[in-house]
């Protein structure tokens, strides 16, 4: 069975500061990785994943991720947040089965990022 | 292309009455997905569906709730007698044949009164 851990329910910042939100996950088989971003009474946009290939990615708005195999674990950064980047922000994981997605996403608990000014 | 469209929006229900909630996906996509969000927790996987089979529905309760996804039409997830406890947010998302990633839709956030 997968898990995903998220270390940070809650995330306070000022704005133009960098960022990580940390990110572990526990699978006996290798995954897909991303993450999502959740604004306030909306869906989930996908910010960014990891397949395979280079561990760092970089995704939409600034934000990027490594993928560390040894401490499975996907930490989500940015370098200088805005105050629009405030929201809620997930990690997941997904199976590989037989060399394509299964499809089914475990979610961690989330992390709410808040950017002052 | 239009994105993931799930109807309604809001949905308020009174106890022991029947939810339906529809989810069309993007155009060309054949996978469809339901995750709950209830409050204070994280999204959790309900179902997943392609045309006219469930594929995996580990996640459903074992009672109530249902879904199906038809040949033709949209993805429905039927909840019978609601009760206070399935007040949540219900997220469709669909992927291609093939495809990794789930785009999802706006939701339908369900209050039963």
């Known amino acids: 069975a997968q898990s995903v851990t998220q270390l940070d329910s809650q995330v306070p910042v000022f704005e133009e500061a960098p960022v990580e939100l940390r990110c572990n996950y526990s699978s006996s088989v290798s995954v897909y990785l991303f993450w999502y971003v959740q604004y306030p009474n909306q869906g989930l946009q996908l910010l960014l994943k990891y397949l395979s290939g280079s561990t760092l990615v970089k995704g939409i708005n600034g934000f990027e991720a490594e993928f560390n195999k040894s401490q499975t674990s996907f930490h989500l950064r940015k370098p200088s947040v805005h105050i629009s980047d405030t929201a809620e922000y997930f990690c997941?994981?997904?199976?590989?089965?037989?060399?394509?997605?299964?499809?089914?996403?475990?979610f961690g608990q989330g992390t709410i990022l808040t950017v002052h000014p | 292309n239009a994105g993931v469209m799930q109807n309604p929006r809001h949905l308020v229900r009174r106890r022991g009455q029947e939810a339906r909630l529809r989810c069309s996906p993007m155009?060309?996509?054949?996978?469809v997905y339901w995750y709950r969000q209830l409050p204070e927790e994280g999204l959790k996987f309900m179902v997943y569906?392609?045309?006219?089979?469930?594929?995996?529905e580990s996640g459903m309760p074992k009672e109530r709730f249902s879904a199906e996804f038809p040949k033709e039409g949209p993805s429905i997830l039927r909840i019978q007698q609601v009760v206070r406890g399935d007040s949540a947010a219900y997220f469709c998302?669909?992927?291609?044949?093939?495809?990794?990633?789930?785009?999802f839709g706006p939701g339908t956030r369900l209050t039963v009164l």
């Open positions: 569906l392609q045309k006219e089979n469930i594929i995996d």
């Open positions: 998302a669909s992927s291609p044949i093939g495809g990794y990633e789930q785009f």
């Open positions: 155009k060309g996509h054949s996978h």
């Open positions: 997941a994981v997904s199976d590989i089965a037989g060399g394509t997605s299964y499809g089914k996403l475990t």
